[in-house]
């Protein structure tokens, strides 16, 4: 080349001397060792700089991209296994010295996404060997360290990550796990292009040819015939093996401007630069779901019918590109217009961001979802090792792209998690926990709360079949939790101290304590966890204390020596801030070897590509970010007298609420008396305590509410919605779920009346009238019951209402089995009708024929629930004034309904019943209610002891009393003095008291007899320490010693009865005495026996 081109390496393009080794990589025709040697040469390119020298060549980008293409695609002859393999290593050492090289910034969103999508199939496919796997399990480490280092170096621009033209990298078990299938594909009459064909080796031909196929990333390219003319390739977005239908290889070939890279030095006009998108199927769309079944069924069925499911999907991606290329227009915030166009050669390819790392952290958090069946033990322990190295690698909290998912999929999946029986994944799922709440609880409030909840559920398990394990990694994730700096003092502000949450921090310290008494008196790893955990809380008292006390005692001290240390301190910024380079011996020589040798790690090389850069991400996130304090508070940092009328306002809330899912009436009374509702009643104050209560039974708000002599309330608590821009069905959803629906159709008449006349005033009346959104509301109720509830028996009659003279109720009225919210029966009511007439009404209500026994006897009552989506339409026909509603809104409503149930509170167990759950969580923490308060560590100390100082020395004293270790004596021993010494800086002597009395027992001094005492206590070395540990808290902190002074002369008189005490506390000093001491022991002489 250099004979023919150029003299000069440097002067060649990059894709000139690296065409002829991908295009042997590329090749079905080469054997797998001469594949490997080309991948070798690849490798050596890489590792050498060769590419990197050339970074600002024009033809550079293309030239990795074509890299990145030709490795992820690699074809060659299977051999035999142990030789494919080998090829497959090199494959997995190819892709990550490309990523984790300086070249690996130019690779697109889609490779990068195609890189780990091929490392993921080696690290999942269960037939190769385990060091094969195992390598792409640490090739996967690597990439996911490099990706997420980056992350601050990364923007989110506005609809950056919404993956309007990014395929979602989605993985299925089909092709993934052991019991799948792998079968010849039989497409077309002529072989297939692009396919492995093994010359020899034990493996069966077909099954080799797929495996090959399928691990290498490559996918055999689906053949279209247009006319008569030569076959065209179809793009790897439409054409995926049948392993994995729904675009699963990969990404597609375009989208390359889905992101801007702060690297770069691009200029506007290349930035523009378009690509051609397949738009791909959203996973959660009708049309995804029934080709993936249909694919399922294909590969479980005969290989004579995938070709109809591989001309379907020929249709579906003529279909996707036939598809209008504007509607995937994007303007970025600077104004440039992105359309989407057919490639171009010399068109930029834009170096990957944000949106990679978004779909890369969905698929991780979709690989940990435990109620899909495609993800076995193996996926999902995968998912949460990335996981944990991700969030370890990266502050993610400043992109709300990533943190959607944190806050829904992943705290969830997480939490579900810990209900498994397998040890590896509970473990890692508390594993990741612990990064979530350690680095981002703000934005996880409720997340936490239910975190805990289910942490302490394991811990008081009494199921047999609970392992003990389980309950010990629980308490350990407990301890690690707490020792987080000012950890517990949030927990205690941000949810003892809130009206409506729980008393988390109370509850665990009665939890522990409880837990650290064993019940059959021997002490287990659980108890020894239990006690360090309250005793984490009084070492941070402890040590905040004694900071204290130091500073106190040095702030009078200054000494002229602090002046010069800030002389040097500001000579040594002021170097630093001239930008002259500080040389520190060998961590500069280590420098400069690192900026020269390739990084080990993908932490490492993040950290290496972050040099001279300046990170404004987080900076200016920082800046902007106000800090609030919760309507709760007067301050951002409420005294301790003012959180302590918080959780007496609490107390009584509790109370009311207790009463009022009795008795509603009664309830708010008693919170009328305790001056936390005004009276009379308001009805807005009202309204809001029952939005903002979750404590309260949902059947009693929806009693409360539609009484009729609350009508006014009823309206305030509508009003408490926000339906503006939201479709009627959506609104019904909000409100439906905020209390259960009662069963008397003129209780629901009230409460649909006032929902539908609100929402239709705050959309600007977008019906003919009210009456036609009441119509509209009540057909969403009953496509809902028809859609989600088994027990209905339906129907496909239209909905009319007949009166017959002399005739019986015939249908309709069977609720058996049925919950009464649910199957209240949506009628025509015309009790005005002529006999024997037929009446179609348009403003329908909810009856029952206990409301009305007067209709048994002459109506016929028939239903026509909408089983299917044309009988919804046309039940609903000329409702809206004599017109129809917009059809295209029908349709939303109808689908959205299908797929997502509204769920009445109560009525529904398990997963349904785990989603409304879910749901209600998420809008909570979208309230002001779900504002996290970060305080300072030491902020209310005084505060945690006194709730923990009872439960903690109780735990003490039973610890020192039943354990036989001197270490743990010891540890206890410790924790009496830090309590002590906490007691005697706040001054509390009630705690100090009790402290000396319970370790005044333990040296059963008192409890023994005169003459056994000196052979008991002797023999006893607790008691001793014991004693010790008394008189020295005495000696040193007895001037808040009250009633345990008692104690400690009993003590002493025991001790000088028995003649133990020293001679300096027995002996005075005596000037008549010819020896000049007397001694206030009197010795017995037979006189005076």
């Not at 209900?419 to 473990?427: D, G, K, S, T």
Request: charged share 25%.
């Amino acid at each position: 080349i250099c004979s023919f081109v150029s003299p000069e390496l440097s002067d060649v393009e990059p894709n000139v001397f690296l065409r002829p080794f991908l295009e042997v990589v590329r090749s079905e025709d080469t054997t797998g060792p001469i594949t490997g040697l080309a991948l070798t040469s690849v490798n050596k390119f890489l590792s050498y700089g060769l590419i990197g020298k050339y970074a600002n060549h024009e033809g550079a980008a293309e030239c990795i991209e074509n890299m990145a293409d030709a490795v992820t695609h690699a074809r060659f002859v299977g051999t035999d296994p142990a030789s494919d393999e080998v090829v497959l290593m090199k494959i997995l050492q190819v892709l990550r010295t490309l990523l984790l090289t300086p070249v690996g910034a130019h690779l697109t969103n889609e490779s990068v996404c195609e890189i780990m999508q091929s490392c993921f199939r080696i690290c999942f496919e269960m037939r190769l060997s385990e060091l094969l796997r195992k390598s792409a399990e640490h090739t996967l480490v690597d990439m996911v360290q490099l990706l997420f280092s980056r992350l601050p170096q990364f923007k989110e621009e506005a609809k950056s990550y919404l993956g309007t033209n990014m395929k979602k990298l989605k993985m299925r078990a089909g092709g993934m796990s052991e019991s799948s299938k792998w079968k010849k594909q039989k497409r077309s009459p002529r072989p297939p292009r692009h396919m492995v064909r093994s010359a020899s080796g034990p493996m069966d031909p077909a099954q080799s040819t797929a495996l090959i196929n399928n691990i290498s990333g490559g996918v055999p390219f689906i053949e279209q015939h247009s006319g008569g003319s030569s076959t065209l390739p179809a793009s790897d977005s439409a054409a995926s093996s049948i392993s994995s239908p729904n675009t699963d290889s990969g990404l597609d070939a375009g989208s390359k401007t889905t992101s801007k890279e702060d690297l770069t030095d691009l200029d506007q006009g290349s930035s523009a630069a378009t690509t051609p998108v397949t738009p791909s199927m959203e996973p959660g769309s009708l049309e995804s779901q029934s080709l993936c079944s249909e694919v399922e069924r294909a590969q479980s069925a005969s290989v004579e019918s995938i070709p109809e499911v591989l001309e379907d999907r020929d249709l579906l991606a003529d279909q996707s590109d036939s598809a209008s290329v504007h509607d995937m227009d994007y303007v970025n915030p600077r104004g440039v217009r992105f359309t989407q166009s057919t490639q171009k050669e010399g068109a930029a390819l834009i170096p990957y961001g944000l949106p990679c790392l978004r779909e890369l952290f969905r698929f991780l958090i979709s690989l940990t979802n435990p109620h899909d069946r495609h993800n076995s033990d193996v996926m999902m322990h995968m998912g949460l090792q990335l996981l944990n190295v991700a969030l370890e690698a990266a502050h993610i909290s400043p992109y709300q792209s990533l943190l959607c998912l944190v806050k829904d999929e992943l705290c969830r999946h997480l939490i579900q998690l810990l209900n498994v029986e397998r040890m590896n994944l509970y473990a890692a799922s508390i594993r990741v926990c612990f990064l979530l709440f350690e680095s981002m609880r703000e934005h996880l409030k409720f997340q936490l709360e239910m975190y805990l909840k289910k942490l302490m559920d394991i811990i008081t398990s009494e199921n047999p079949k609970m392992p003990y394990e389980m309950k010990e990694m629980a308490l350990e994730a407990i301890v690690q939790l707490w020792r987080i700096p000012s950890f517990v003092t949030e927990l205690y502000i941000n949810y003892d101290c809130d009206f409506y949450a729980s008393n988390l921090f109370e509850d665990l310290t009665k939890l522990l304590s409880k837990n650290a008494f064993p019940v059959s008196g021997q002490l287990y790893t659980t108890h020894l966890l239990s006690l360090e955990a309250l005793l984490t809380v009084i070492d941070s008292t402890e040590a905040h204390c004694q900071a204290k006390v130091l500073s106190s005692r040095t702030q009078q001290d200054q000494s002229p020596q602090t002046a010069e240390g800030d002389a040097s301190a500001s000579i040594a910024s002021s170097s630093t801030e001239t930008g002259r380079p500080v040389c520190n011996g060998p961590d500069s020589v280590e420098q400069e070897t690192s900026a020269s040798c390739p990084p080990t790690s993908g932490h490492l090389m993040a950290q290496k590509m972050r040099l001279g850069r300046q990170d404004q991400e987080e900076t200016d996130s920082a800046g902007k970010k106000g800090f609030k304090k919760p309507h709760r508070f007067s301050s951002c940092l409420p005294d301790s007298q003012e959180l302590s009328e918080i959780k007496s306002k609490k107390k009584l809330l509790i109370t009311g609420t207790e009463q009022f899912n009795q008795k509603p009436k009664s309830g708010v009374q008693i919170l009328q008396e305790k001056g936390l509702l005004s009276s009379p009643m308001d009805n807005n104050e009202v309204a809001q305590w029952l939005r903002e209560n979750p404590r309260l039974d949902k059947k009693m708000i929806g009693e409360f509410i539609s009484d009729r002599r609350n009508c006014d309330l009823l309206d305030s608590f509508v009003n408490t919605f926000t339906f503006q821009g939201l479709r009627i069905d959506e609104a019904l959803r909000l409100y439906l779920e905020a209390f259960r629906l009662p069963g008397e159709a003129p209780v629901i008449h009230r409460l649909l009346e006032t929902f539908t006349d609100n929402w239709h005033k705050v959309n600007g009346n977008p019906f003919k009238d009210n009456d036609a959104g009441f119509s509209l509301a009540y057909a969403v109720i009953m496509l809902n019951t028809d859609q989600h509830n088994h027990n209905v028996r339906k129907q496909n009659i239209p909905m009319t209402f007949e009166i017959a003279e002399g005739s019986a109720v015939s249908r309709g009225w069977s609720t058996e089995g049925t919950e009464q919210g649910t199957t209240s029966l949506l009628v025509a009511v015309a009790s005005s009708c002529p006999a024997m007439e037929t009446v179609v009404l348009k403003r329908p209500l909810f009856i029952s024929p206990a409301d009305h026994p007067s209709l048994l006897g002459k109506a016929r009552v028939s239903l026509a629930l909408p089983a299917i989506k044309k009988q919804f339409k046309k039940n609903l026909k000329g409702v809206n004034g004599g017109n129809d509603f917009d059809q295209d809104m029908l349709e939303d409503i109808y689908n959205a309904i299908k797929n997502e149930e509204i769920v009445m509170p109560d009525e529904q167990t398990g997963l349904v019943k785990e989603n409304y759950v879910w749901s209600v969580l998420l809008h909570r923490g979208a309230t002001p209610e779900g504002l996290f308060l970060h305080v300072p560590d030491s902020s209310y100390d005084r505060d945690l002891f006194t709730m923990t100082w009872g439960p903690t020395i109780a735990a003490l004293s039973y610890v020192f009393d039943k354990s036989l270790d001197d270490a743990i004596v010891q540890k206890a021993i410790t924790g009496f003095r830090k309590c002590a010494m906490i007691s005697a800086h706040y001054g509390f002597s009630d705690v100090f008291d009790n402290l000396i009395i319970s370790l005044c027992k333990f040296t059963t001094l008192s409890s023994e007899s005169v003459e056994n005492l000196p052979t008991v206590f002797g023999s006893n070395r607790k008691a001793q320490v014991a004693a010790r540990t008394v008189f020295s808290l005495a000696h040193r902190h007895g001037d808040i010693l009250r009633e345990g002074w008692k104690n400690i002369m009993d003590s002493m008189l025991q001790l000088f009865r028995a003649e133990l005490l020293p001679k300096s506390m027995v002996e005075v000093e005596d000037f008549v005495d010819p020896n000049e001491k007397i001694s206030l022991q009197r010795e017995e002489t037979p006189s005076n026996r």
